[in-house]
């Protein structure tokens, strides 16, 4: 009996151990998945943030540098991820990229000068925005060792200039035919911002403040010029929604002028970022704004929430708008800016339909004017001159010409009262379009007309072909030169202004599918081990 105790004792104490030790093995196997599993899914949310695209890449940085320690970092830090595609993307016509490494007291004594440059030219409040994009890589991060070796840096603090679009092929001293140059006198912010104005023929200071623009271009000869308005265009559009938004506008009786509106965008705006953003507005409209919606009792509980969805489709992209303007910039904070971006997207609009398209084109813009530009003496004027139109156009000419020559009417009627109140642009002063220096052959001749004063006679041939080519091709050019226009002449971006899909790398595609076999391994594993399970005795 006594035998029988230690015997039945020992067994029942290593089959303890043994369940023990499979328990352990168990959980300690299962541990090893899940902090695998966690591992892996952090990698995925890094590999998605890292790729959600340029443009919102650039917005994470500003808004880390903002809440930052240092409110005075203007430069944008790239890193080998970022660094191409912000480049290419940048509306500025120059880049300017410091090669660094934070452990250098040479470079972080040198950051304080390339602040103070960088303020003038980076971000909404820049002072001369669009100009000049001043970019920082920190050669001393390990993500960034190819990046840098990639421009053959030698020492530190490295200043590289130039093209946006240049930087994607690196540099090296070999290299004669290379657009981008080595600063080799920067050293101080004074010398930097000199070197700056020799290459763009400026007069910038580093004391400049906002809207202090004497250096504003104002060569109404150069058709060039209006390339830049690309972005103004883009910057209209997601203004106006947002005026449409802000101001609850969108109600029954406007509802549909707008989705007729959005449907001209949709097929011809200039940007394929706005085309798409309109696109996405359109097709969820109805559950965002039904039909009953002017007199269903859900209007004001609803009304606030459905603003709030609308809003965040982004109708233009994540970071329009920017908060400032391009081409319809004015000398002062009062002037031009969304007006002028407002009429170069209806003329840009009215040069790229067909001739079937003439008078809905026509109706559409009428109404979007009528029921949602909110200076009101302006719209009512607006819609004066379409109530004047007596036929429906039959051509995209006509409409084209149409339009021209409405605002041509609108500037001479601006231009008397800016002059007896003083109100108007100096550097920008409102004119009968085209000028002859811009179009020689566009006008014929000066004709009498009342009190003295005469009238151009214009080649109305000769100025459709300069809206064509202005308001059309030109327009766009500024993007075909940095390769953001597809063959068939549609703008590609790496695009952030989805916010119904996510767009996931590829590693973190792998990442996520390893994640879920790991999840598939632990579950099958715990079912085995449940089914081996033998059923537990009763001792008595």
């Not at 879920?516 to 594993?525: P, R, V």
């Amino acid at each position: 009996m006594l035998f029988f105790t230690k015997t039945f004792s020992f067994e029942f104490h290593r089959s303890c151990d043994r369940k023990k030790s499979i328990f352990v093995q168990s959980v300690s196997s299962s541990m090893s998945l899940m902090y695998w599993i966690l591992i892996l899914n952090v990698w995925v949310f890094k590999a998605s943030s890292l790729q959600a695209g340029s443009r919102a890449v650039l917005r994470e940085i500003a808004a880390i540098d903002g809440d930052g320690s240092d409110p005075k970092d203007y430069a944008v830090e790239l890193n080998a991820t970022s660094f191409d595609a912000v480049l290419k993307e940048t509306p500025a016509a120059y880049a300017l990229v410091e090669f660094f490494a934070h452990w250098c007291p040479a470079c972080r004594n040198y950051k304080p000068h390339y602040e103070k440059v960088a303020r003038l030219f980076n971000g909404p409040n820049a002072v001369h925005p669009g100009i000049v994009l001043m970019t920082r890589v920190d050669c001393a991060l390990k993500i960034n060792t190819k990046l840098c070796g990639k421009f053959s840096v030698g020492h530190y603090p490295m200043l590289f200039w130039g093209p946006p679009t240049k930087f994607s092929a690196g540099w090296s001293s070999d290299q004669a035919k290379s657009k981008l140059s080595v600063i080799d006198d920067g050293r101080t912010a004074e010398r930097l911002l000199n070197w700056i104005n020799k290459q763009i023929g400026s007069s910038y200071g580093l004391d400049d403040e906002k809207f202090e623009n004497e250096h504003l271009s104002s060569n109404i000869s150069d058709p060039g010029q209006i390339a830049r308005a690309v972005y103004d265009v883009e910057e209209a559009t997601a203004t106006s929604f947002d005026i449409i938004l802000e101001h609850k506008m969108i109600k029954s009786g406007t509802r549909a002028s707008l989705i007729k509106f959005l449907q001209l965008l949709v097929a011809h705006h200039p940007s394929r970022r706005c085309r798409k953003g309109s696109a996405e507005v359109l097709v969820n409209f109805d559950d965002l704004y039904p039909l009953d919606i002017g007199s269903s009792a859900r209007h004001d509980v609803d009304t606030t929430s459905m603003i709030g969805v609308l809003r965040d489709f982004h109708i233009c992209g994540k970071d329009v708008p920017r908060g400032y303007w391009m081409f319809c910039r004015g000398s002062r904070n009062d002037t031009r800016g969304f007006s002028c971006g407002l009429w170069v997207l209806m003329h840009s609009l009215s040069v790229k339909i067909e001739d079937g398209e003439s008078q809905s084109t026509f109706t559409s813009m009428c109404d979007f004017i009528h029921n949602f530009f909110i200076c009101e003496e302006c719209r009512q004027h607006f819609y004066e001159m379409c109530s004047s139109v007596k036929s429906p156009f039959k051509t995209a000419r006509d409409f084209a010409l149409w339009l021209w020559s409405s605002h041509n009417e609108v500037n001479e009627r601006l231009m008397k009262e800016e002059a007896s109140l003083k109100t108007g642009d100096p550097k920008f002063p409102k004119i009968i379009w085209p000028p002859k220096q811009l179009c020689p052959s566009c006008q014929h001749s000066r004709v009498p007309k009342d009190k003295g004063s005469s009238q151009i006679e214009w080649n109305r041939d000769e100025v459709f072909k300069l809206l064509i080519s202005y308001y059309g091709n030109t327009l766009v050019s500024f993007y075909k030169e940095k390769g953001l226009l597809g063959e068939d002449g549609s703008k590609v971006f790496v695009d952030d202004s989805s916010n119904s899909a996510v767009v996931v790398p590829v590693g973190a595609a792998l990442a996520i599918a390893l994640a879920s076999c790991a999840f598939g391994a632990l579950a099958c594993y715990w079912r085995s081990q449940q089914k081996s399970r033998k059923p537990r005795r009763s001792w008595s």
